[in-house]
């Protein structure tokens, strides 16, 4: 399984904005979704959104309108850019490319997890 590490996390106010980016192995050239969870302490990982190779993406109905997913095929990484944040936005947030179940447009996965990045959102 690929060892994925996402970046970009930090504290910020809410309404503020943070991009965070997930770098695949540049030998990654064959998937079907891409996506991002988040995971608060206590609590088990939320699907936040994905991006297929249908061309389709699907947010959870907390971060739409408000989170975009995006993938740059040259580069080989993921981003998700999240505006207007909220204070229950804050957790570890985690990419993930692989252990779908069923569509990966139902945002639920398994399998291991990398290294996650931490967003701290205040009010």
């Known amino acids: 399984q690929m060892q994925l590490v996402a970046s970009g996390g930090g504290s910020v106010q809410a309404e503020e904005s943070l991009r965070l980016s997930c770098s695949f192995s540049q030998y990654f050239i064959s998937w079907s979704c891409v996506g991002w969870f988040r995971q608060v302490p206590g609590k088990e990982r939320q699907g936040v959104a994905v991006?297929?190779?249908?061309?389709?993406?699907s947010y959870a109905e907390s971060v739409e309108g408000r989170f975009t997913i995006s993938f740059d095929n040259y580069e080989n990484t993921l981003y998700l850019q999240m505006n207007s944040l909220k204070p229950e936005d804050t957790a570890m947030y985690y990419c993930?490319?692989?252990?779908?179940?069923?569509?990966?447009?139902?945002?639920?996965?398994?399998?291991?997890w990398g290294q996650g990045t931490q967003v701290t959102v205040s009010s």
């Open positions: 991006y297929g190779a249908d061309g389709r993406s």
């Open positions: 993930a490319a692989d252990g779908w179940v069923g569509s990966c447009h139902q945002l639920h996965r398994t399998g291991d």
